[in-house]
Nanobody
Framework: QLQASGGGLVQPDGSLTLSCTAS????????MAWFRQYPGKEQEFVAG????????????SVKGRFTISRYNDNNNANSTVYLRMNNLKPEDTAIYYC??????????????????WGQGTLVTVSS
C-alpha cells in the first residue's frame, strides 16, 4: 500500500515536500511517480523516478521547480518517494497522488500503466 503525506496550504513562490511510503510489496523494484488532479479533470503526470538507476521524468509545467527522489529500504524492499516542490504557483493547486508500477525501460507517464495508488494529498497554493 502507498501512503502519501505532506500536503497543505502554501503561499505562492513557497515550497512544500510531499512524501509517499510504499510497503507490503517489493516496491523497491517499482517505478514510482506523482500525479495530480484538478477538479473535474483527469489525473496528469507530474514526475516519475526509475526503480533502480535514478532516472527521472517531469512534466514540462514543473521542470526546474519540482524534484522527485526516492529511498529504497533494502532490508524490506519498501520505498519512500519524495516530491520537493519549489516556486509554487496557484496553478499547482491540486490533489497529488503517488503511484507505483513495474515498468520495463522507460518511466511511463500514462496513468493507466500504474496499478498501485496512494490516497491523495491536497496542495493549495494561495495568498
Amino acid at each position: 500500500q502507498l501512503q502519501a503525506s505532506g500536503g497543505g496550504l502554501v503561499q505562492p513562490d513557497g515550497s512544500l515536500t510531499l512524501s509517499c511510503t510504499a510497503s507490503g510489496r517489493p516496491f523497491s523494484f517499482y517505478n514510482m511517480a506523482w500525479f495530480r488532479q484538478y477538479p473535474g479533470k483527469e489525473q496528469e503526470f507530474v514526475a516519475g523516478v526509475h526503480w533502480n538507476d535514478g532516472r527521472t521524468a517531469y512534466a514540462d509545467s514543473v521542470k526546474g521547480r519540482f524534484t522527485i527522489s526516492r529511498y529504497n529500504d533494502n532490508n524490506n524492499a519498501n520505498s519512500t518517494v519524495y516530491l520537493r516542490m519549489n516556486n509554487l504557483k496557484p496553478e499547482d493547486t491540486a490533489i497529488y497522488y503517488c503511484a507505483a508500477a513495474v515498468q520495463v525501460g522507460i518511466i511511463y507517464t500514462n496513468v493507466a500503466t500504474y496499478a498501485s495508488w496512494g490516497q491523495g494529498t491536497l496542495v493549495t497554493v494561495s495568498s
